[in-house]
């Protein structure tokens, strides 16, 4: 199957720093790759969808300059959160899909964040 | 948008019995509806998707029903098992349709509890 890691796995910082987390898609080329935010107990909520050399689409209430999203390649997309608080903790997830290839979504592990 | 409802939120049954999740949806275009297991801190697992060209499907103790006429869709477990104990989420997608190809619809989640 395909395989897509994140890095950091898990991650801590102060308050008022940037956070850049990384997704790569290692077996496959993922045209398109979401990101989602998962508060403890909740269903995965969609923040972004990036497509490979074009601006990501944000949902609704979902900050942009906030949650800048870089998908430069077919292979990595980068989520960074600028100016973290303490509300940003959470379990962030990526997943990529090639349109080519099947229409599942593959997940990264997550990554951790916390926002002292 | 997609709208999807989960039942129940949590379900608690003893080792070997078998446990049934349900989940309805909104938009009739959605054409795709996986299902995810999640053990804490991890990443989503598909265990088994279905397209709406099909009825049922199963896969050894695992079974996933759709009527689309009704718009909703079932997953069973059966002969369940300790570590069947996990989160599970329903989703809903369209498929093959412009920039929304592959977003998913995340249902709430069910913990589901396997007595020993």
């Known amino acids: 199957g395909a395989v897509v890691s994140q890095h950091p796995s898990r991650v801590i910082c102060k308050s008022g720093t940037s956070v850049k987390i990384e997704c790569r898609s290692l077996?496959?080329?993922?045209?398109?790759m979401f990101w989602y935010r998962q508060f403890p107990k909740q269903s995965l909520m969609l923040m972004a969808t990036?497509?490979?050399?074009?601006?990501?689409?944000?949902e609704q209430g979902v900050e942009k300059d906030k949650f800048l999203i870089n998908h430069a390649s077919l292979t990595l997309s980068t989520l960074t959160v600028t100016s973290a608080h303490p509300e940003d903790s959470s379990f962030y997830i990526c997943?990529?899909?090639?349109?080519?290839?099947?229409?599942?979504?593959?997940f990264g592990p997550g990554t951790r964040l916390t926002v002292l | 948008g997609e709208n999807v409802e989960q039942h129940p939120s949590t379900l608690s049954v003893q080792e070997g019995d078998s446990a049934v999740i349900k989940c309805t949806y909104s938009?009739?275009?959605?054409?795709?509806f996986p299902w995810y297991k999640q053990e804490l801190g991890k990443r989503p697992q598909l265990i088994i998707d279905?397209?709406?060209?099909?009825g049922e499907k199963k896969d050894q103790r695992i079974a996933v029903t759709l009527n689309k006429t009704a718009k909703h869709f079932s997953l069973h477990i059966t002969e369940t098992q300790p570590e069947d104990s996990a989160v599970y989420f329903c989703?809903?997608?369209?498929?093959?349709?412009?920039?929304?190809?592959?977003?998913?619809?995340f249902g709430r989640g069910t913990q589901l509890t396997v007595w020993p």
């Open positions: 997943s990529a899909a090639d349109r080519g290839f099947r229409i599942e979504q593959f």
């Open positions: 077996d496959f080329q993922a045209t398109t």
């Open positions: 990036s497509n490979e050399g074009s601006k990501a689409t944000y």
């Open positions: 938009d009739s275009a959605s054409n795709y």
């Open positions: 279905i397209r709406s060209n099909v």
């Open positions: 989703a809903a997608s369209i498929t093959g349709r412009g920039s929304t190809l592959g977003r998913l619809y």
